[in-house]
């Protein structure tokens, strides 16, 4: 089975704070992404990535940068954490038509 | 741009019977992916059920179906003989293509399932 992994399922973390986010997937994918989940918005995507250093904008990027440095490794990276980042975070990568979502993490910003 | 939209944020069914959770898009392509996918309270997100728009033919998987219209950028899904393990999260997505933008997908707000006993 294809497993996508986050390091985390909950983070609570302090305003102004350095956050990452790691997801880990291990069938050799070559597209990986980000979401954010809210409420009534839906999935909104932050920024995904189809190779390895190879990274674009979603939807909603601002606050917010990703680093790929090994193709199994997509990292979420929240320069300066604010509360209005508390929010679900869905990490996701594909294979042709297949889609496979990590477990989710959490994040509180107090 | 392409937007889903899912018009029913919560529903319920009773066990056994049928539901039908409603999902419209709009876009200008012609050729594209329209997917179901059940996110149960323990967050994992899980496909459900997949339509190419090129096929007139309706998706069926077990107890899922879809109801594809094209022209009217309709593709609702049906859960027939609703299970207790059925209440999730449901989300419609589209996405343009597989080799177009990494094949990154927009989702719709979601639909909170409830199957009751």
């Known amino acids: 089975d294809v497993k996508v992994t986050q390091s985390s399922r909950y983070l609570v973390k302090r305003t102004g704070e350095k956050v990452f986010l790691e997801c880990v997937q291990d069938?050799?994918?070559?597209?990986m992404f980000w979401y954010r989940q809210d409420p009534g918005l839906g999935l909104r995507l932050i920024y995904f990535s189809y190779d390895v250093k190879m990274k674009e904008k979603g939807d909603i990027p601002e606050g917010y940068s990703v680093s790929r440095e090994k193709k199994e490794r997509f990292s979420l990276i929240l320069e300066s954490a604010s509360t209005n980042q508390t929010s679900m975070y869905l990490c996701?990568?594909?294979?042709?038509?297949?889609?496979?979502f990590g477990q989710g993490t959490r994040l509180t910003v107090v | 741009a392409q937007t889903v939209t899912q018009s029913q944020p919560e529903m319920s069914v009773q066990e056994a019977e049928t539901v039908t959770l409603s999902c419209t898009y709009d876009t200008s392509e012609n050729n594209y992916y329209l997917f179901w996918y059940k996110q149960p309270p323990s967050r994992q997100m899980i496909l459900v059920i997949r339509q190419e728009a090129y096929k007139q033919q309706n998706a069926t998987e077990n107890r899922f179906s879809v109801n594809f219209q094209k022209a009217a950028k309709s593709f609702s899904l049906k859960i027939s003989d609703s299970q207790l393990g059925d209440t999730a999260m449901y989300f419609c997505a589209f996405m343009k293509g597989v080799n177009t933008n990494a094949g990154k997908s927009t989702f719709g707000d979601g639909t909170t399932l409830t199957v009751k006993p």
């Open positions: 996701a990568s594909r294979l042709g038509l297949n889609a496979f």
């Open positions: 069938m050799d994918h070559e597209n």
